[in-house]
């Protein structure tokens, strides 16, 4: 997975990644089971707030969202290159537009 692009607030993107029943849910915690389904059911805008903003710190707290890939693309690196064209697509991080990138003169 690369990443949720969940359209909504805080509380969607969560109930994908962080509640029973989401599509990359793996494993839960009971409190923050019971606090997601609190919040859902909250009718005060400020308490809700304040609820997601518990969920979010709880999360945090117990390291539940880990980074399992490290993006790694070929790029024109190395002493013949005299412009690898990174950054040039911002914020794109690899060597792009390919046609951008230049060996140096012999």
């Known amino acids: 997975m690369c990443i949720n ?24 915690y009971p409190d923050i089971e019971a606090l997601y389904e609190k919040q859902a059911q909250e009718t ?27 993006y790694f693309w070929p790029s024109g690196l190395g002493p013949r290159v005299e412009s690898a064209a990174l950054m040039l697509i911002d914020p794109f991080p690899w060597a792009a537009p390919l046609e951008e990138v230049r060996l140096k003169k012999k």
């Open 44 to 70: 005060d805008r400020r308490r809700r707030e304040t609820m997601l903003h518990q969920l979010q710190q709880m999360i945090a707290e117990r390291t539940r969202i880990a980074p399992i890939m490290d």
């Open 5 to 28: 692009a969940v359209y909504g607030n805080a509380a969607s993107r969560l109930s994908e990644t962080i509640v029973s029943g989401g599509v990359y849910t793996y494993g839960t």
